[in-house]
């Protein structure tokens, strides 16, 4: 028999709702909704996530995306729930149509993969792992927004 770090009462029932969870939470990053966050993420989530300075919070998060990239839509490539815990693989196209991280709009379009990996309580997200640090590099030097020094920085760590 398996044993999962956080076994369920009843893992098919609870890997069923969490991965409708985690699918709402693509519909929430593809309309722009802070209510659909608020039905999926618990208030205290905590996240092991490197993110923009001001999105402490999934919601600010999206605001971010959509200020720069307003076309940002995402799919979904391969969902896996095991116990509490789901990862999701993700597709995204956009085109950068607005200002981010101190660069203006470059109108160039892409293409991204990445994953997400979440912990799930009584069907609320309440951990989080942002898989995606390479595409999300690879995404600032289509954009040219690294500076040479940082994407050197960032090959030698092996991060891209």
């Not at 971010?64 to 999701?88: C, H, K, N, W």
């Not at 470059?106 to 898989?131: C, K, M, P, Q, S």
């Not at 595409?135 to 927004?145: E, F, V």
Request: include cysteine; hydrophobic fraction near 35%.
């Amino acid at each position: 028999m398996t044993v999962y770090p956080n076994p369920t009462a009843n893992p098919t029932e609870t890997e069923a709702r969490n991965l409708v969870t985690m699918r709402k939470m693509i519909t929430a990053f593809n309309e722009n909704s802070r209510d659909i966050v608020a039905q999926c993420v618990d208030p205290n989530l905590i996240s092991y996530s490197p993110h923009q300075p001001g999105t402490e919070r999934q919601e600010d998060e999206i605001a971010v995306q959509r200020a720069a990239f307003p076309d940002l839509y995402y799919s979904e490539e391969i969902t896996i729930a095991d116990g509490d815990m789901v990862f999701l693989g993700w597709q995204s196209t956009g085109t950068h149509s607005g200002p981010m991280l101190g660069t203006a709009a470059t109108g160039v379009r892409f293409e991204l993969h990445g994953g997400e990996v979440a912990r799930f309580r009584n069907g609320l997200i309440i951990e989080h792992w942002d898989h995606w640090l390479k595409p999300r590099g690879q995404c600032y030097i289509i954009l040219d927004a690294l500076p040479a020094e940082e994407v050197s920085r960032l090959q030698a760590g092996g991060l891209l």
